[in-house]
């Protein structure tokens, strides 16, 4: 059973940082995509950054340059590095471990809430 667990959220103040953890298990971070999404109130999921198997990274337009993802396959933990941040960038943001072939799974955190405001 796959679990992950979302850390680091908080209160920043515009233009702070954060780094947010998602601890997995019953997988290894390392044999699937992982991504970090956010979800805004009253708006839909989005995808902030992803990160393949082999390491390739993508990131949303409004967070590139300013947000950075990685893996520590060694403590099975994906990172999302936040700098600069911006009011909107205020969100729950959710961890997510998906993997196509066998075995297959698609699995999500419980989220941490990250607000920006001053």
């Known amino acids: 059973q796959v679990q992950l667990v979302e850390s680091g959220g908080g209160l920043v103040q515009p233009g702070g940082s954060l780094r947010l953890s998602c601890a997995a298990s019953?997988?290894?971070?390392?044999?699937?995509?992982m991504g970090w999404y956010r979800q805004a109130p009253g708006k839909q999921r989005e995808l902030v950054a992803n990160?393949?198997?082999?390491?390739?990274?993508n990131y949303a337009d409004s967070v590139k340059g300013r947000f950075t993802i990685s893996r520590d396959n060694a403590k099975n933990t994906v990172y999302l590095q936040m700098n600069s941040l911006k009011p909107e960038d205020t969100a729950v943001y959710y961890c997510?471990?998906?993997?196509?072939?066998?075995?297959?799974?698609?699995?999500w955190g419980q989220g941490t809430q990250v607000t920006v405001s001053s």
């Open positions: 019953g997988i290894t971070v390392s044999i699937a995509a």
């Open positions: 990160i393949a198997r082999y390491g390739g990274t």
């Open positions: 997510n471990a998906k993997r196509t072939v066998w075995p297959i799974f698609d699995s």
